[in-house]
């Protein structure tokens, strides 16, 4: 049994305990949604990956985290809902991105650009192929791009203006990102997003003066917030 699967036997051991029968049959349904998603799609997101066991040529390595996707049915919720409060002509960066997954659900949404940013290389050629093969069969015009670096040296575009992670990265790296967002803003103002799934270190993005909570999601148990620099 391979460590992805006792993972999420294990989740769904401490859900049941904690929360009961219908809380645990309903992340059995979130989970049999994912699959079914890559199934459809000729794409592989569900398995994890430890950052010890990829190529990873940066020393922010170990500020990084276990790479595990983002559920389809909640991130597609959390779309639904935000809608109206996307810029108009949209380009979506997510920071961490692994195997693609959250760009692949976010093209459902009509941005116009979406980019990943990820330094592990395996990830990075998996989340090529999944965006290849998703676009052939779903037809979109939208331009996917996947960026092989450190985030920290990634230098944010002026169209860029949602931003996604799930907690790929430590508060000091957090931290560097925000300044490179802020950075872009100086060269061209413009309204900016921020989608943060899980949010450990919201608090960082709290105490940058640029940027103030918008509003807490919560679907199912899964929490997002969303952060701007307009209300």
């Not at 003066?209 to 919560?218: E, G």
């Amino acid at each position: 049994m391979n460590s992805t699967i006792v993972s999420k036997l294990a989740r769904l051991k401490t859900v049941f305990r904690s929360e009961g029968l219908k809380t645990t049959l309903f992340k059995i349904y979130v989970i049999f949604i994912n699959h079914l998603f890559e199934i459809r799609y000729g794409i592989e997101t569900s398995k994890w990956a430890q950052l010890t066991e990829l190529s990873i040529d940066s020393v922010n390595k170990e500020r990084g985290v276990i790479y595990q996707p983002t559920s389809v049915m909640p991130l597609r919720k959390l779309f639904r809902v935000i809608k109206p409060i996307i810029p108009s002509d949209r380009v979506f960066v997510d920071f961490g991105c692994g195997k693609g997954r959250v760009l692949l659900v976010a093209s459902e949404f009509g941005f116009r650009k979406v980019k990943g940013v990820e330094f592990a290389h395996e990830l990075c050629e998996i989340a090529r192929e999944n965006c290849a093969n998703f676009k052939a069969h779903k037809g979109f015009n939208t331009e996917y791009q996947i960026i092989e670096c450190d985030v920290c040296n990634y230098a944010i575009n002026t169209d860029e203006n949602v931003f996604f992670m799930f907690n790929p990265f430590d508060e000091t790296i957090l931290n560097i990102v925000l300044c490179n967002i802020v950075a872009s803003l100086k060269t061209k103002q413009r309204k900016i997003l921020i989608i943060y799934y899980n949010p450990k270190y919201g608090y960082a993005i709290e105490h940058c003066n640029d940027f103030s909570r918008l509003q807490d999601y919560n679907f199912w148990g899964y929490k997002f917030t969303v952060y701007s620099n307009l209300e």
